[in-house]
């Protein structure tokens, strides 16, 4: 995986200013028509909650501000973000799962194979490369959402959609997501919402 260090990161005040915060994460909630990639994925026979991950990996990938992280003391500006999930596990509780992103959509559903939801769980935690990490609450229409977090300076954008709901005659998906001030701020998480609308609404490349 490509990336290149960074001598003078941007935002290096900023990020100083909020390494020192035990919690740097903050949370935004919005929803997303759903209808057009819906029809889309149903069209194709391509799971819906791997696919909502991979369309939003897709609006977040040409942001670089999502894409620094802080390692060994450099900032690193990757290439590219990839989805990290969770996922369906056997007794009821959950495994991670990881995917490399590719542009082709098509290419991304023949390759991306999901464990089975019997399987016995797994958290084991692939650090090769850098992510954007997804859940799911298919049973709630939620307006707000927060994840769990262990240090204060991950960089990790943290994503998680809600159960879908008709509005209007359209269907809407609410999407809960977290990032880390030190890294990311209102701009570019504006930058995201008006990326991930139009990919959800135009999903064909």
């Not at 609006?59 to 003391?73: D, M, V």
């Not at 609410?174 to 890294?183: D, E, I, L, M, T």
Request: charged fraction near 20%; include cysteine.
């Amino acid at each position: 995986m490509g990336y290149r260090v960074v001598e003078n990161y941007y935002r290096k005040e900023i990020f100083e200013f909020f390494r020192s915060y035990r919690n740097p994460f903050y949370s935004v909630s919005f929803r997303l028509q759903f209808s057009r990639l819906k029809a889309f994925l149903d069209e194709r026979g391509w799971k819906t909650y791997l696919n909502l991950c991979y369309f939003f990996t897709r609006a977040i990938q040409p942001l670089e501000a999502f894409r620094y992280r802080h390692e060994e003391g450099r900032f690193v500006l990757h290439d590219a973000i990839h989805p990290g999930l969770t996922v369906p596990a056997a007794g009821g509780l959950f495994s991670f799962a990881y995917f490399p992103y590719v542009e082709d959509a098509s290419l991304f559903n023949a390759e991306a194979v999901l464990p089975e939801p019997d399987a016995p769980a797994d958290l084991a935690e692939d650090e090769s490369t850098i992510y954007v990490y997804f859940t799911a609450l298919p049973g709630i229409p939620f307006t707000t959402f927060t994840h769990a977090t262990d240090d204060p300076a991950d960089a990790a954008p943290r994503v998680a959609f809600g159960m879908p709901y008709k509005d209007g005659g359209e269907l809407w998906v609410p999407v809960g997501v977290q990032v880390n001030h030190a890294f990311i701020d209102g701009r570019a998480l504006g930058d995201l919402y008006q990326r991930a609308v139009s990919c959800f609404e135009n999903p064909e490349p």
